[in-house]
């Protein structure tokens, strides 16, 4: 958890996609954010009420992402995904 806890703090400020994957290495969710830094620490910040969170956060083993150019670039990379 410690290198996913990394991850997270060190993630640019940039627009891409970013992939949550379980302890299998198999990607659970894909999403998409103008910056990446400020939407994947959303996601782990206890203000965070979504529903689908508490089934989600507990399965998050590790972390990748894809830097673009623009944010409609990171939607069209995310559909592909």
Not at 38 to 53: G, H, P, S
Request: no cysteine.
């Amino acid at each position: 958890m410690e290198d996913l806890k990394n991850k997270r703090q060190n993630l640019p400020a940039r627009p891409g996609v970013y992939l949550f994957k379980d302890q299998k290495g198999a990607v659970l969710y894909v999403g998409k954010a103008l910056n990446l830094k400020n939407r994947v620490r959303a996601y782990f910040n206890e203000t965070d009420t979504r529903f689908q969170l508490q089934f989600l956060l507990p399965k998050i083993a590790d972390l990748d992402f894809m830097i673009t150019d623009t944010e409609k670039e990171a939607l069209i990379l995310e559909n592909n995904l």
